[in-house]
């Protein structure tokens, strides 16, 4: 586990080569801003002893002429200090924010592009954008603390230690001999904070997730009256975040005051020593215990700061333990440079076996041969493995054993995007971006004209209600918007698929969110578009694969019937009680 938590530090720090040049700007300002600090204590002490002198009476010269000179440089001394402060909090900021967390939170937008679907069907949204805000945003911090407060504060403990045994090396080992053991009683206390840390940011993308869900689905909530409902599910996760930050936060909170606690008896030490050495010894000025005890209120500051940043550090550890748990996700081949060939069309099965749980077999010994130009129709109970088909030809999960084979050739030879670029596909859940209509369509043909777009359009039977539209093909959609029917969506998702002019053509229910009338257009475009392409068509309304070449009827991952509607309709067996369950006949 250290092992482990020392890699994430070392590639936490890996992750900041590219800003290195920045922060060394920044840590040259750190040195800066530490010779001021160091510096002032001096100045200052030195007029005390200007002070003292003048009221013993050693002192007989003009004061103010003698104070004028230091109070100045005190004050350009100071004025330098807040200066240089803050162009190192705007230098880390932009930098840290600017070439770190915004270029993370690409590479990680650049990442799921590249994951397999089924780390998406199986991740909720709300995680994944928890891990690309809230958890980058906790790294780019810690970035910033790594010079904002342990560079900047060992440096200046070291030169304030310095500086203290220049005034008097036994009041300096006093502030220093208590600095280790508050330093590591504050490691310890620190590190084990990380493990509630990692909770808090788990439950946070689970705090999200019941967030985007309630109002993704608010309407549904409404309807069925599910707010006391939803409310309870959101309280919940919600006490175990806070439960889970309150005991990070509380354990790193103790850290602090150990450190003012030490300094505090260091404080003590200090005068009582300091007063005793004056009066016992004569061997220190008062001047001098002033300004050690100046520099030991300084002490105490990059003190507290670097005991705040071991939590800091667990705090960010913990974020980067589930960005770099994401990044290091196996990601899907990247598609080879090949150039496109024409395929005929014949996809055969042979002996697939595939399951998303290896406990729970769906498809076993799945034999599927479909000529070129062939319709075929998959239907099924729920649960049978219909869509599971349409993920395999897609190659959106890769079976377990056996062969998908598409004109003879194995399609896990292929890469995926050579296989995806065969199939143009319509789902029964409708997708449309938030663009124009001209946009979403041509998004199945980037680059595709106006007048091709319009065309598709005119296929699929949605040119007459696009163009009553206010803005016609400009008129501005988005799957979470109400400004179209549900009917109206998929017939724009089937006109993309009709431009996107593929070979193979898979439609998912694709019929399951249009009315009657809707239905009748929308096969009519079918039958368009399925000549001369081999066609899946995944339906549970029967009516509208009656005339498919070949119909396969699926139950529990194979395959009980096969043959045309009429064929099926004589054997009168589990395809014959589908479709009366359906049609009384």
């Known amino acids: 586990m250290k092992k482990q938590k020392d890699r994430i530090l070392s590639r936490l720090l890996k992750e900041a080569r590219p800003i290195w040049k920045w922060l060394l700007l920044a840590c040259f300002l750190c040195l800066l801003i530490i010779v001021c600090s160091s510096v002032g204590p001096k100045l200052l002490g030195d007029t005390i002893d200007l002070l003292y002198s003048y009221w013993e009476g050693s002192f007989t010269g003009d004061l103010l002429a003698a104070l004028l000179p230091g109070l100045a440089v005190l004050l350009g001394i100071y004025t330098l200090y807040s200066i240089l402060s803050y162009l190192k909090m705007l230098l880390l900021n932009r930098v840290v924010s600017r070439y770190f967390t915004c270029s993370l939170r690409i590479r990680i937008s650049e ?39 342990l560079m900047t504060g060992f440096l200046m403990i070291l030169c304030i230690s310095l500086m203290m045994f220049l005034e008097d090396w036994r009041l300096a080992l006093i502030v220093i001999g208590l600095t280790p053991v508050s330093l590591l009683l504050s490691s310890y206390l620190s590190s084990k904070s990380e493990k509630h840390y990692f909770q808090m940011f788990t439950e946070g993308g689970n705090l999200n997730s019941v967030v985007e869900e309630s109002y993704t689905n608010f309407a549904t909530t409404k309807a ?55 009066v016992s010894t004569e061997s220190i000025s ?114 377990d054993s056996g ?136 339906a549970h309304r029967l009516s509208t694969i009656v005339d498919s070449d070949l119909i396969l009827v699926l139950d529990q991952g194979r395959i009980v019937e096969q043959g045309t509607h009429k064929e099926l309709l004589k054997k009168e067996g589990f395809y014959h009680k589908i479709y009366t369950s359906q049609y009384a006949i």
């Open 111 to 149: 990442k799921i592009k590249k994951l397999p679907v089924s780390y998406v069907d199986q991740t909720p949204v709300g995680d994944i954008l928890s891990r690309m805000t809230d958890d980058v945003s906790t790294m780019g911090n810690y970035i910033h603390q790594i010079v904002d407060t």
């Open 224 to 278: 069925y009256n599910l707010e006391e409902h939803t409310r309870k599910k959101h309280s919940e996760v919600n006490h175990r975040r806070c439960d889970a930050e309150f005991r990070a936060s509380y354990i790193s909170s103790v850290v602090r005051p150990i450190i003012t606690f030490t300094n505090a008896l260091s404080y003590i030490a200090i005068c009582l020593v300091g007063v005793w050495l004056i």
């Open 403 to 538: 062969r998908i084979l598409l004109d003879g050739m194995d399609m896990a030879k292929l890469s995926r995007d050579e296989v995806r670029n065969q199939f143009a596909m319509v789902l029964q859940d409708t997708w449309l971006f938030r663009g124009t209509i001209f946009e979403n369509v041509s998004y199945g043909k980037p680059g595709a004209s106006r007048e091709e777009v319009e065309e598709a359009c005119k296929k699929a039977y949605c040119d007459h209600f696009i163009r009553t539209l206010p803005e016609g093909y400009d008129t501005i959609v988005g799957d979470d918007m109400t400004n179209l029917s549900g009917g109206q969506k998929q017939l724009l998702t089937i006109a993309r698929a009709m431009l996107a002019d593929r070979q193979l053509l898979i439609l998912d229910e694709a019929t399951s969110n249009v009315d009657t009338r809707t239905e009748i257009l929308l096969q009519k475009a079918m039958d368009q578009l399925m000549q001369h392409r081999t066609c899946f068509v995944i």
């Open 286 to 399: 008062v001047g001098a215990v002033v300004t050690v005890l100046l520099f030991a209120k300084q002490f105490s500051g990059p003190l507290e700061q670097i005991a705040g940043g071991f939590g800091d550090l667990q705090h960010a550890k913990a974020a980067a333990r589930r960005v770099f748990k994401l990044m290091d996700l196996a990601e899907e081949e990247a598609p080879e440079a090949k150039p496109e060939r024409a395929v005929k069309g014949e996809v055969v099965f042979e002996h697939v076996d595939f399951s998303y749980d290896k406990d729970k077999p769906l498809i076993q010994d799945l034999n599927i041969r479909v000529r070129p130009g062939q319709n075929v129709a998959i239907v099924g109970p729920t649960g049978a493995g219909k869509t599971t088909i349409v993920n395999l030809l897609m190659r959106f999960y890769d079976i």
